[in-house]
């Protein structure tokens, strides 16, 4: 893939990235490497996007996003294929990720629509009976984004969809592991009217994003990624608006009066979705220990009949990780974990970046793998008698972000539901679910802000008063 108009590089350059396939390690395509002492030209077009975005009226943003929306529907085989080739997603979970950007983009046209502002009702309060006005939501100015290598264009989307919609400037770092689809994202957005200086794309390694972050200009920062790096952000930034969409450790309640059946389906889609590599897998599966050996012994079965392999071939049920240093990460984290006591049930093979879906129970509570986010493969199984003592498990880690309950019960699923500490509690669905509308992020530490659309667009703007006092 060749650079673009929407990484024109007079800047200083510390060469190429070379972006390979996850795979078989072929060569996708290169991007310019910019280091530090490019700010300076990055900030000075950030700085005219700024103006160039907040000129654009409303239906002018919205009438870009929807456009961009229709030109990558037009061109869906095309977007899919460069996410199987440089993140190692499976066809079919590729072709799922774009349909979730043109839903993405299509949301926040409609928030650049219909979500201006309120009417304010001054004369509800004693002494400002005279008073009338209203409040506007106006852009915040510079926005930073920052996006992972799992979700390289749908997140990419959550980001410069909501930006644009309020009128912001964007400078766009995505992962140097996986720029290549966040570049065609905003070709497609200037192909569809968007004035190129709005999003200006920042591709390069941790001083880069270090610089970026400490530009007095950037009014906000929205991360996805890790805890180490978003405190190392957290400490950087200085006063500036953060939203932070860090990493999980999804438990999933497995109630006696479930549809077995339906659970483990469920289940096992949430725990490998994306080779593991998502926020919201399903990590930790606590069942009633009534139904425990039934579970157990479907959901390896199922797990097992997995199709490992060529990600680009639509009978793939899971290609490989990111990379292999990713999979070595992960192989001795199982290793350590079965070290430990820990009984390996099914998986635990890897082959260059692909690791087998990996199953384990018996898993020691104070383990690294059942304290920490694995972003891997790898589900931990575990039964239980008493239901206090599973929200006591399911609430044990220092931070959240979605859980599940599969119960017919429905009084359980909404008692468990207010018990359970996460930002989402999905009931009869894996932790894995997530409707781009609806607000999403964590809990307990390090939650900041929310995405999803209508969230986020509000976390990107800011309320201006317009108060008239009508005298006399």
């Known amino acids: 893939m060749n650079l673009t108009s929407v990484q024109r590089a007079p800047l200083q350059t510390l060469g190429l990235i070379d972006v390979f396939s996850p795979y078989d390690g072929s060569l996708v395509g290169s991007v310019a490497n910019l280091g530090e002492h490019a700010v300076p030209g990055l900030l000075a077009r950030a700085r005219q996007g700024v103006k160039d975005s907040a000129a654009l009226p409303r239906h002018r ?11 990558i529907e037009r061109d869906a085989p095309d977007f899919a294929g460069l996410i199987v080739d440089e993140a190692g997603k499976t066809l079919r979970q590729a072709e799922k990720e774009v349909k979730r950007c043109i839903n993405t983009l299509r949301l926040s046209a409609e928030e650049a629509r219909r979500n201006a502002g309120e009417v304010v009702p001054f004369d509800a309060y004693e002494g400002s009976e005279s008073r009338q006005g209203w409040f506007t939501r106006e852009p915040l100015g510079l926005i930073l984004a920052i996006t992972p290598y799992n979700d390289p264009l749908n997140l990419v989307a959550h980001k410069l969809g909501p930006a644009i919609a309020g009128g912001n400037g964007v400078i766009l770092k995505p992962s140097e592991l996986t720029p290549l689809s966040a ?7 200037v192909d569809a009217g968007l004035p190129e200086a709005v999003v200006t794309v920042a591709t390069g390694g ?22 180490a790096t978003g405190e190392q952000i957290a400490r950087g930034a200085g006063l500036k608006k953060l939203a932070m969409d860090l990493g999980g450790n999804a438990p999933v309640l497995v109630l006696e009066d479930c549809d077995l059946d339906a659970t483990v389906e469920s289940c096992v889609s949430g725990a490998f979705w994306a080779a593991g590599q998502n926020c ?9 220990a009534s139904i425990y050996a039934a579970f157990r012994d479907r959901f390896v079965e199922l797990t097992r009949a997995m199709v490992l392999g060529n990600p680009g071939r639509r009978e793939t049920d899971m290609g490989p990780m990111i990379n292999e240093a990713s999979a070595r990460r992960v192989e001795e984290c199982v290793n350590q974990a079965l070290q430990e006591g820990a009984q390996l049930l099914c998986g635990h093979q890897r082959q260059g970046a692909t690791y ?6 018996q898993v020691d509570h104070g383990s690294r793998l059942w304290r920490e986010e694995a972003f891997a493969p790898v589900v931990m199984l575990a039964p239980f008698d008493d239901i206090d003592q599973a929200v006591a498990w399911a609430n044990s880690p220092e ?8 119960t017919r019960d429905l009084a359980k699923a909404l008692h468990l539901a207010r018990r359970i500490e996460a930002g989402g509690v999905m009931i009869n669905d894996s932790s894995d679910y997530r409707f781009d509308a609806m607000p999403f992020g964590g809990s307990k530490y390090g939650s900041l802000g929310r995405e999803g659309v209508r969230f986020a667009y509000e976390d990107m703007t800011q309320p201006k008063v317009v108060c008239i006092n009508q005298l006399g």
């Open 356 to 361: 087998a879906p990996t199953v384990l129970e």
């Open 399 to 406: 931070y959240s972000l979605h859980a599940g309950v599969f």
């Open 183 to 189: 570049l065609k994202l905003v070709q497609y957005l």
């Open 61 to 71: 943003r919205a009438g870009i996003l929807e456009q961009a929306a229709r030109l």
């Open 280 to 288: 919201i897998g399903t990590q930790r599966i606590l069942v009633h």
């Open 206 to 227: 941790a001083e880069l994003g270090k610089a970026l972050v400490a530009l007095r200009d950037v009014r906000m920062i929205s991360f996805t990624g890790g805890f």
